[in-house]
């Protein structure tokens, strides 16, 4: 989930208002957002206290559709209008560079202090930024993690594996063991979308190759992209990775998992709660741990609309949102991760510390575009990894000359 989180992405409008303290009678703030995962949504109690605590001011909030191609549409028609119809927008950490390029975003720099975004993770600062400024603030965090059958692992005296190769060594002998043959070795997300290119930009850093460099070059070490990728392709060839994987997003391969018929997943953070329900056939037997090279950087931050009309109470609701007692709050109801270390459970904090942003550019939607189909017609085998992704360095080389960074 892109990220689903690979996934969430929040709207926030203010229809009118001034600053906090010295607001009208009367002044409504209209918070637009996706829904929250879960049943238990925080956001109506934290509106609450925002009000509470700015007196003459009511904010309503109303959902976006859950797809994140849907949800960015909407901003881009939105902002591209100019219009000053929301105010505060929860923006995808891959969306942020992109708007903050085309003159969507206020500058934060001078208004968030530099002591304060110490206290955040690296990676969630890094990705609030461009040129140097600051255009949003980090607010809920994801990062790819690794799940294993704890149980079936230690019946081979395996501990978790440190390396993709490791991985799948791990899973053809557990697999070969096990009494039901339906037993599948490692499922992750194939389909032709956003997953699939954070899926294969993990495989690409656990060898060290980088999609692009810092220069701006795409695909450098070319070679090591198509190992990467036909190692993913043999995944599915030798039966290690069920072919269900080629259709499969983050809700699939989790209930896949969750049902009991795979040892290892690559997911996000939010399906570690699902596996411990009551319910669940794999409660008490499921490991998590960090993916070999680290797992791709997910989640989303709060942004102010250039064009909005009360710049400091927009301001002063990211504040309220992004401040400890909000995040923490957050992840008790719905299990969406602060962006500080210090409210993270010790467990998670050295995985968390080592996500890894995806590509850092005003372009990276169509970075991803021009990626899914080679990776997917790579993966699938209808193109070989090595001729499909020289085809996609000269498509992106011509589109990024003279644009990076920008």
Same mark, same amino acid.
């Given at each position: ?17 001034c600053g ?36 003459g ?20 028609i939105?902002l ?13 950490v891959i969306?942020t560079?992109e708007f903050?390029?085309?003159g ?12 304060e ?42 501990a ?5 190769e490791?991985?799948a ?6 697999m ?13 997300q ?15 850093w656990a060898?060290?190759?980088e999609?692009? #460099?810092t220069? &701006? *070059? @795409?695909? !450098?070490?070319?070679?090591?992209a198509?190992? $990467? %990728? /036909? ?17 499969a997003?983050?809700e ?26 009551p319910?669940? #056939?794999?409660r &008490? *037997? @499921?490991? !998590?741990?960090?993916l070999?090279?680290?797992? $791709? %950087? /997910? ?22 949102l ?12 719905v ?7 210090k ?19 005003p ?24 001729d499909?992704?020289?085809t996609?360095?000269?498509q ?11």
């Amino acid at each position: 989930m892109v990220t689903r989180l690979g996934g969430l992405a929040l709207v926030v409008l203010l229809v009118a208002g001034c600053g906090g303290g010295g607001a009208p009678p009367g002044v409504e703030l209209v918070f637009r957002h996706s829904r929250m995962p879960g049943q238990d949504d925080p956001l109506p109690r934290l509106l609450r206290g925002f009000e509470r605590e700015h007196p003459g001011v009511r904010v309503t909030h109303e959902p976006l559709p859950w797809t994140a191609d849907v949800q960015h549409q909407f901003y881009v028609i939105n902002l591209e209008g100019r219009a000053a119809g929301f105010d505060v927008l929860m923006v995808d950490v891959i969306w942020t560079a992109e708007f903050a390029r085309a003159g969507w975003l206020l500058d934060l720099t001078d208004r968030w202090p530099a002591a304060e975004r110490g206290e955040h993770f690296e990676a969630t600062v890094a990705t609030a930024m461009l040129d140097g400024r600051v255009w949003a603030v980090p607010w809920v965090m994801n990062v790819g993690l690794l799940y294993y059958r704890s149980d079936l692992l230690d019946a081979s005296g395996f501990a978790p594996p440190r390396s993709y190769e490791e991985l799948a060594h791990q899973a053809r002998v557990v697999m070969e063991r096990a009494a039901d043959r339906r037993l599948g070795g490692f499922v992750w997300q194939g389909r032709q979308y956003e997953g699939l290119v954070v899926n294969v930009l993990e495989e690409l850093w656990a060898r060290g190759v980088e999609l692009v #460099a810092t220069n &701006g *070059r @795409v695909l !450098v070490d070319l070679d090591g992209a198509a190992a $990467a %990728l /036909g190692f993913r392709r043999r995944l599915l060839t030798d039966g290690i990775s069920p072919s269900l994987v080629t259709g499969a997003d983050e809700e699939q391969t989790r209930r896949e998992f969750g049902a009991g018929r795979a040892v290892f997943l690559r997911n996000w953070p939010y399906a570690r709660r699902l596996f411990e329900r009551p319910t669940s #056939a794999v409660r &008490g *037997r @499921v490991g !998590v741990t960090a993916l070999p090279g680290g797992g $791709a %950087l /997910g989640g989303a931050h709060l942004a102010i609309n250039r064009a909005t009309h009360h710049p400091e109470l927009a301001w002063q609701l990211v504040r309220f949102l992004t401040s400890d007692r909000a995040q923490l709050a957050i992840a008790e109801a719905v299990g969406l991760h602060p962006t500080k270390p210090k409210l993270l459970e010790p467990a998670l904090r050295s995985i968390f510390a080592a996500a890894r942003p995806r590509p850092i550019t005003p372009w990276y939607q169509t970075l991803s575009a021009t990626m899914q189909p080679v990776f997917s017609a790579a993966i699938t085998g209808v193109t070989p990894p090595r001729d499909a992704l020289a085809t996609a360095r000269l498509q992106l080389e011509y589109f990024l000359a003279d644009r990076w960074p920008q």
